[in-house]
């Protein structure tokens, strides 16, 4: 998990992608018109660092059990980009992300997911 957050994340090794998800993967939390396998992470991952620049993930926990890993991250970075539909603001950002993913193989097999989008969204200025 470490290894995703630090390389896929934060430093946008999107190569990395194919090696540490399962293809048969499913984000059981994508939002509507996002896809739900391997490529949602593929597009998710270049949306984020198209629209942040100076990304920064910092992982406050994380615990595992079983084949159940969970973090909870802060996102830090500045808005330079388009997100979803909100164009580049230039202000510095920080959301947090608490994720659950269950791992089959050592690959990411299944995601569960609950961002601060509303927070993210008014730090940006599309919500006042």
Same mark, same amino acid.
């Given at each position: 998990m470490r290894f995703f957050v630090e390389q896929v994340q934060e430093q946008g090794r999107f190569e990395l992608i194919d090696e540490l998800v399962r293809p048969d993967f499913r984000n059981r939390t994508a939002e509507p018109g996002q896809r739900? =396998?391997?490529? +949602? /992470?593929?597009? /998710?991952? @270049? *949306?984020? $660092?198209? *629209?942040?620049?100076e990304l920064r993930v910092e992982i406050v $926990?994380? /615990? +595992? *059990? +079983? =084949?159940? /890993? @969970?973090? $909870?991250?802060v996102f830090r970075a500045r808005h330079t980009g388009p997100w979803f539909g909100v164009p580049a603001s230039g202000r510095e950002v920080e959301f947090r992300v608490m994720d659950v993913v269950r791992y089959q193989d050592g690959q990411w097999a299944e995601h569960w997911s609950v961002a601060d989008a509303v927070g993210l969204l008014r730090q940006t200025g599309a919500l006042h």
């Open positions: 739900q =396998d391997r490529e +949602g /992470v593929r597009e /998710v991952m @270049a *949306a984020l $660092h198209e *629209a942040f620049s $926990h994380c /615990v +595992g *059990a +079983g =084949d159940l /890993v @969970a973090t $909870h991250k």
